[in-house]
C-alpha cells in the first residue's frame, strides 16, 4: 500500500471511528501520539524517491492539521462532563463556601465623609493619640483651671501629657509644620474617661476639618457644611447652625441637621426636636493662630469636628455603642 | 439649669410663647428644652360631705353623700379615716382620670354598696405627699368648680437650659431675662429694693481683713441681727421646688433663692460664731485640715482660699461653707457675704477637691463685680422679709483695686468680612444697644464699653461674634463656592489602610476595632515594648494603653467563641503605644495590622480547605501580593514572645511581621479553647516596601511556554524553598516558573526522606524551545541539586 492509499485510509478510519463510540484520549493517542498513525506514516517518508517527497510532506502535515482540528473540536464534546447534564444531577447543593468580610462601620463612615471632604480639595492629616496638654489644650485656648476643661474628662498618662480628647491637636501639629494656607481633615481615635454605657465608651473616633486662608468668611463655614450634610444625607436635608462655646473658635456653632429618620415632623430619635445636632464648627479663634504663629490679622479660618460614632449610629440605627469595639462577628458580618 | 418661666415674668412680662422663646434662645447659644407640667388628673371637683355612716360591712369604710354641684348628689364609698360630715374634698367623678390617665374612675360596688366616684387624697392627686387621710380643703368656691381652680394651680413652664462654660452671665433668671429681653425687643425691670437700716454701724459688728487680694479682689457684707429661722412661705417653696431646689429654712432657701435670681452666689453666717469678730480672707497652708459642710475633712493646699475667723478658716471661698459657721435653728445674728472671687482660684481650689457646687460653678465661669451689692441688699430685703430682724447700718467694702471696664475697639468693616454679611451702623447700633453695649464712633472705629456681666467680651472676635448670635447664625449667607490650593495639600500617610482594608474584606475577613485600653497582664503577652499607663484609668482592665494589637483581636475571638461561632476570619488596624524617652510626651506610637484566623474549616458537604498553616501562609501571600510588596519571605526565627510557633515575614530585608501559633498559656489567658492563627504586622513597613516596588509593564511572550516535571528524593532537612531556590538559580533566564506539585513522605522512601515534585516552565522571548534545548537545562538543574542536596531523581 502506497503512502497515499495509506493517508486516505487513515482519514476514513477515523472518521469511521469518531461515528461511534470511542475514547478520547486513547483516540488522541492512536492517531496523533508521539507513536501514533500519523508519525508511523511520516517515518515511511524515508523510503520515497526525491521526486514524491515534496508530494507527500505536504499531504502528510495536511493530514495532521485536519486531524489535530478535528481532534481538538472533539476535546470540547469530551470535557463536558456528563455529570452536571444527568437529570440526577442536583445542582441545588451548596456550592463551595466562601466567607464574607466586612469593613467595619465606623471606616465605611469615614472613608464616605473623607471622601465628600477630599473632593472639596481637604487633603488629609493626623495627630497622636497620646499627646502634651499643650497641643491638646493650652494652644486650642484652653488654659488650665479654665472651665472648659470639664467639657472633656481626660485621661492622664502623667503631668501635662494626656490621651487626646479631641482630633483638634492634629490642628496645632499641622500648623506648627505648614505655613498658611491649610485645608486638610484630620481623622482618629479619641479618648474620655466616661463611664462605659449604651450612650458613651471610653473612647470614639473624630473628623477634624481646618481651613485657613485668606478672607475666608462665616459664609464659607456654613457653605462648606451644608453641602457636606446634602452629600451625606441627600440634597432635601435642610441645616441650622446654633450658637455655641468651643474654646478654640469664635464665634463657635454647633450644626444640626433636619431629622434624617422623620423628615423634621419629629420622632423619638431627634426626640421631637425635628433636628439632629451632628457637627460642632466655628472660625478659629484668634488665640489658635497666635499659638502657631500665623499672625490673625493676615489669615482667617474656619474649623469643625464630628463624631464618627455618632453618624454611624444614626446612619445604622445602632443603639448601643459598644457594639462597635466588641467584635461580634454577626454585628460585623452586616456591614 | 432650670429657669422658671413665671419667675422671669418678674424681669420681663413675656408676650411670645414659650415654644417660641425655646427656640429663641437656642437659636441664641443657650440650648434649651422646655418643660411644661400638667396635672396628673382630669374631671375632678370640688364636693362636699353632706352625710358619712359607717359600712355595715366594713370596719374602715364609709358610705358617704357628696353633693358636687350637679343636679343630685352622689353615693361615694370611703376608706379614709379622716371623712367626715361638712368638709370640702376633691371628688373624682365616674369617668375621671388619675395618675395621668393610668387609673380611671368607674362605676363600683364595695362590700356590696355602690359607689359613684372617688374622694382623694393628696398624694392621689400629685400635688402632696399626703397618705394619711383625704385632702380637705378649706376654700369659698362653688361646688363643682374644676379642683385645680380651687387649689390655684399655676402650670409650671420651666427652660431647662444646657449653659456653654462661657455663658455665666446667664446662671441666673436675670441674665435669662437679659436674653429674652432680646428677642421680645424690650428692656428688663430692675428688682425695687426697699428695706430700713438700724442706726447700729455694721463696724460695729465685725471688721474685714483681705490678706489674698489676688483671690478675693473684692468682699462685701452686711449683718442683720434679730431674725427668726423657721419655715419659708409657701411662694418660695414652689418657686424654689419648681426649679428643682429643696427648701431648708426661712435665711438659708433666701440665699439659695437670690443666688438663682441675680445669678451671685453669696454666703450666710452665723455671726455668733465667728468669735473673733474678724473675718479674714487667706490663703491655705499646705497640709492644713478644714471640714465643709458635707461633713468632709478636707486636706488643703496653698492655692485654697479660705474665709476664717481670725485664723481660724470659717468656708472654703465660694465653694462651700464649713460645718461649724453655717445657719441653725438657733441663728439670730448673719452675716452676708457677697464677694468677687477669681475664678481660676475657685475653679483650681473645687477641682482639686473634686467638689462642684452651684456656688462653684458660678465663681468658675466668673461673675459680674457690680452685681455684688445688688444681690446682697436684695438677699437682705428678702431676709428681712422672711425672718424678721434688724439690718445693721451700711456696707463693709473691701475693694482695694477697682476692676477696669473691658473696652474693645470695634471694626463694622471688619465684621462684615468676617461674617460674610452686610450690616449697615444702625442695625449695628440696634444691636449693640439690645446687649447694653454702649460705644463711641471715632474714625470709623466703635469704642465699646462692655457690661460687667459680660466677662467673656474680651476682644473684637468675641463681638463678631456677638453681632453674628443676634444677626442670627441661620441668616448669615451661605457661600458655595469652595476655594483650594495647591500649597495646602498633604500627603496621607495612611493610604496604605484603604487597599488593606479592601483586599481582607473581599477575601473574607471582617474588620475588628477593638478597645485600644487594657490590662496590665495584657501588655506583658506580646512584647517587650514598655507600655504606656494611665494615671486615672477607669478600671486596672483599661489602665494600658495597647503595645500590641493582638490581645484586643483575642478578646474579640474570646468573645464570638463563647457566642458558639465556629469559624471566622478577623483583622485590626491600630495604634500601638509605647515608651520613648527621645520624645517631649515620652511614648511612641506606630500602627500595626493584626489578623486571626478561628476555626479549622467551614462546615460543609464537600471538604473545603482547612485552615491549616499552608491555608493561612497562601492567603497572606495573596494578601501581599495583591498589595504588590515585592520579594516575600518566610523566615523561622527566633520564637516571638507569646507564640508555640512562629514565621517571620519580609519583604527583602523589611520585617512585615510575624505569623504564628499562640502558646496554650496564653489561649488560657483569653480562655480561647480552640487553636488559633495569628499575623501581627507593622503598617508602616508594609507600607514601606510596597513604596519600592516599581512597576513596569512587560509584554507577554510570544511562543509556547514548555513544561517539565522533575521528581526528587530528598532528606528532610532540606527545605522545599532551599531546593525551589537553586532550581530557579541554576535554570537560567528562561526558566520562567517553579511549583511545587507533589510531596509525600513514605517509609519506604526512607524515614528522613522525602519526595518533592516540581513543575517547571521554560519559555524563550525569541522562538519556540526544542526537546534538546530543555533537555539541557534540566540537566544542569538536575547536576546541581545532586552536588548540593544528593537528590536522588525518581
Given at each position: 500500500m502506497s503512502l497515499f492509499q495509506s493517508i486516505e485510509q487513515i482519514k476514513e478510519q477515523f472518521s469511521k471511528e469518531i461515528s461511534g463510540e470511542f475514547d478520547f484520549e486513547q483516540l488522541k493517542v492512536k492517531y496523533l501520539g508521539r507513536k501514533g498513525l500519523v508519525a508511523g506514516l511520516f517515518q515511511q517518508m524515508g523510503g520515497l524517491t526525491s521526486d514524491e517527497r515534496p508530494k507527500a510532506g505536504k499531504l502528510l502535515n495536511e493530514l495532521k492539521l485536519e486531524l489535530t482540528s478535528e481532534i481538538e473540536k472533539l476535546a470540547v464534546d469530551s470535557s463536558v462532563t456528563d455529570e452536571s447534564t444527568a437529570d440526577s444531577f442536583d445542582y441545588t447543593m451548596p456550592g463551595d463556601p466562601q466567607p464574607v468580610g466586612a469593613i467595619h462601620p465606623l471606616t465605611q463612615v469615614l472613608e464616605e465623609i473623607k471622601s465628600i471632604f477630599n473632593r472639596l480639595g481637604f487633603s488629609v492629616a493626623y495627630g497622636p493619640e497620646v499627646d502634651t496638654d499643650f497641643y491638646n489644650f493650652e494652644a486650642l485656648n484652653i488654659p488650665k483651671h479654665h472651665p472648659a476643661r470639664d467639657m472633656q474628662d481626660t485621661f492622664y498618662v502623667k503631668k501635662d501629657v494626656v490621651l487626646r480628647t479631641h482630633t483638634s491637636n492634629s490642628q496645632i501639629h499641622n500648623m506648627l509644620k505648614h505655613d498658611p494656607p491649610v485645608k486638610i481633615i484630620a481623622p482618629g481615635r479619641v479618648y474620655r474617661n466616661e463611664d462605659i454605657s449604651v450612650r458613651s465608651y471610653c473612647l470614639f473616633h473624630q473628623i477634624e476639618g481646618l481651613y485657613v486662608d485668606k478672607n475666608v468668611t462665616m459664609g464659607d463655614l456654613k457653605g462648606v457644611l451644608d453641602y457636606f450634610a446634602k452629600e451625606l444625607y441627600g440634597k432635601d436635608v435642610k441645616t441650622r447652625f446654633r450658637p455655641s462655646y468651643f474654646p478654640f473658635t469664635e464665634p463657635s456653632a454647633e450644626m444640626d441637621v433636619s431629622c434624617i429618620f422623620c423628615k423634621g415632623k419629629g420622632c423619638n430619635i431627634c426626640k421631637y426636636a425635628g433636628w439632629l445636632e451632628i457637627l460642632g464648627c466655628g472660625m478659629v479663634d484668634p488665640e489658635v493662630f497666635k499659638s502657631v504663629g500665623y499672625d490673625p490679622e493676615k489669615w482667617t479660618g474656619y474649623a469643625f469636628g464630628l463624631g464618627i460614632e455618632r453618624i454611624a449610629m444614626l446612619k445604622y440605627g445602632v443603639e448601643d455603642i459598644r457594639l462597635f469595639y466588641e467584635g461580634d462577628i454577626r454585628f460585623l458580618r452586616q456591614f | 439649669m432650670k429657669i422658671s418661666h413665671n419667675w422671669i415674668q418678674d424681669y420681663i412680662k413675656t408676650e411670645l410663647s414659650p415654644e417660641v422663646l425655646e427656640k429663641g434662645l437656642t437659636d441664641l447659644g443657650l440650648e434649651c428644652t422646655l418643660q411644661k407640667s400638667s396635672l396628673s388628673f382630669t374631671n375632678v371637683v370640688l364636693g362636699k360631705v353632706l352625710e358619712c355612716e359607717s359600712h355595715?360591712?366594713?370596719?374602715?369604710l364609709s358610705i358617704c353623700n357628696v353633693d358636687v354641684g350637679d343636679e343630685s348628689n352622689y353615693q361615694i364609698v370611703c376608706g379614709a379615716p379622716n371623712v367626715e360630715i361638712d368638709i370640702f374634698v376633691p371628688v373624682a367623678k365616674v369617668g375621671a382620670t388619675l395618675s395621668n390617665g393610668e387609673f380611671k374612675i368607674k362605676k363600683a360596688k364595695l362590700r356590696g354598696v355602690k359607689s359613684f366616684g372617688m374622694i382623694c387624697s393628696g398624694q392621689e392627686l400629685q400635688v402632696n405627699d399626703d397618705v394619711d387621710g383625704i385632702m380637705i380643703i378649706d376654700t369659698n368656691e362653688p361646688l363643682g368648680t374644676p379642683i385645680e381652680q380651687v387649689l390655684n394651680f399655676n402650670q409650671s413652664i420651666v427652660y431647662d437650659l444646657d449653659l456653654t462654660p462661657n455663658k455665666g452671665d446667664c446662671f441666673g433668671h436675670l441674665g435669662v431675662a437679659r436674653e429674652i429681653g432680646i428677642l421680645e425687643e424690650k428692656e428688663i425691670a430692675k428688682r425695687k429694693i426697699n428695706f430700713k437700716e438700724s442706726s447700729k454701724s455694721v463696724n460695729d459688728f465685725v471688721s474685714i481683713n483681705v490678706d489674698a487680694t489676688d483671690g478675693c479682689p473684692r468682699y462685701t457684707a452686711r449683718v442683720i441681727t434679730g431674725v427668726k429661722i423657721g419655715p419659708s412661705p409657701q411662694w418660695l417653696v414652689e418657686r424654689l421646688t419648681e426649679i428643682g431646689q429643696k427648701s431648708i429654712n426661712n435665711v438659708v432657701d433666701a440665699s439659695n433663692y437670690v443666688l438663682m435670681d441675680t445669678g451671685h452666689p453669696m454666703h450666710t453666717f452665723d455671726l455668733e460664731k465667728i468669735k473673733s469678730k474678724q473675718i479674714k480672707v487667706r490663703f491655705a497652708e499646705k497640709g492644713e485640715k478644714f471640714t465643709l459642710l458635707d461633713e468632709t475633712e478636707q486636706k488643703l493646699e496653698e492655692h485654697h482660699l479660705l474665709i476664717c475667723d481670725g485664723n481660724n478658716p470659717l468656708a472654703l471661698a465660694g465653694v462651700m461653707g464649713g460645718l461649724e459657721s453655717g445657719i441653725t435653728d438657733e441663728t439670730t445674728d448673719i452675716l452676708i457675704e457677697s464677694a468677687y472671687f477669681t475664678p481660676t482660684v475657685i475653679r483650681k481650689s473645687a477641682k482639686t477637691l473634686d467638689i462642684s457646687t452651684e456656688s462653684s460653678k458660678r465663681f468658675e465661669r466668673d461673675t459680674d463685680i457690680e452685681n455684688i451689692i445688688p444681690s446682697m441688699d436684695y438677699l437682705t430685703q428678702l431676709i428681712v422679709e422672711l425672718a424678721g430682724g434688724e439690718v445693721a447700718k451700711g456696707i463693709i467694702d473691701v475693694y482695694p483695686k477697682p476692676k477696669q471696664q473691658l473696652e474693645v475697639d470695634f471694626s463694622l468693616e471688619k465684621c462684615n468680612k468676617f461674617l460674610g454679611i452686610s450690616i449697615d451702623n444702625d442695625r449695628l447700633q440696634q444691636i449693640f444697644n439690645s446687649l447694653e453695649i454702649q460705644f463711641e464712633i471715632k474714625d470709623s472705629l466703635y469704642h465699646c464699653s462692655i457690661p460687667t456681666f459680660r466677662n467673656d467680651l474680651e476682644r473684637e472676635v468675641d463681638l463678631f461674634e456677638e453681632v453674628a448670635r443676634i444677626y442670627g447664625y441661620n441668616n448669615l449667607p451661605v457661600s458655595n463656592a469652595f476655594t483650594g490650593c495647591y500649597t495646602s495639600f498633604i500627603k496621607?500617610?495612611?493610604?496604605t489602610d484603604s487597599s488593606i482594608r479592601s483586599i481582607l474584606s473581599s477575601t473574607g475577613y471582617l474588620e475588628h476595632y477593638s478597645n485600644s485600653l487594657i490590662s496590665v497582664e495584657q501588655t506583658l503577652h506580646f512584647s517587650d515594648l514598655l507600655p504606656v499607663s494611665v494615671s486615672n484609668p477607669l478600671s486596672s482592665e483599661m489602665a494600658y494603653l495597647r503595645n500590641s494589637i493582638i490581645p484586643g483581636l483575642l478578646t474579640a475571638v474570646s468573645y464570638n467563641e463563647k457566642r458558639q461561632q465556629k469559624y471566622f476570619k478577623l483583622f485590626e488596624i491600630g495604634a500601638i503605644h509605647y515608651q520613648a524617652d527621645s520624645e517631649e510626651k515620652g511614648s511612641h506610637e506606630d500602627f500595626n495590622l493584626g489578623i486571626v484566623w478561628f476555626g479549622?474549616?467551614?462546615?460543609?458537604?464537600r471538604k473545603t480547605n482547612e485552615q491549616d498553616y499552608y491555608n493561612v501562609k497562601g492567603e497572606l501571600n495573596h494578601f501581599f501580593n495583591k498589595l504588590d510588596c515585592p520579594k516575600l519571605r518566610f523566615v523561622k526565627e527566633e520564637l516571638e514572645k507569646g507564640f508555640e510557633f512562629s514565621i517571620t515575614l519580609y519583604s527583602g530585608k523589611l520585617k512585615l511581621g510575624v505569623l504564628g501559633k499562640l502558646s496554650k498559656d496564653i489561649l488560657k489567658n483569653f480562655e480561647i479553647k480552640t487553636p488559633i492563627w495569628v499575623f501581627s504586622g507593622s503598617i508602616e513597613n508594609i507600607a514601606q516596601s510596597i513604596a519600592t516596588k516599581k512597576s513596569k509593564y512587560r509584554s507577554p511572550i510570544l511562543y509556547p511556554a514548555i513544561e517539565r516535571d522533575i521528581a526528587l528524593l530528598v532528606k528532610k532537612e532540606f527545605t522545599s524553598e532551599q531546593l525551589s531556590r537553586t532550581v530557579k538559580g541554576s535554570g537560567g533566564e528562561l526558566l520562567k516558573n517553579v511549583t511545587l506539585f507533589d510531596y509525600f513522605e513514605k517509609e519506604e522512601l526512607g524515614i528522613d526522606m522525602k519526595s518533592l515534585a516540581f513543575s517547571l516552565t521554560f519559555q524563550s522571548p525569541e522562538k519556540t524551545l526544542t526537546d534538546n534545548e530543555i533537555d539541557k537545562f534540566v540537566t544542569k538543574i538536575l547536576d546541581k541539586l545532586v552536588k548540593q542536596y544528593q537528590v536522588v531523581q525518581r
Open positions: - | 355595715p360591712d366594713s370596719d374602715h496621607d500617610e495612611h493610604k479549622k474549616s467551614q462546615t460543609h458537604w
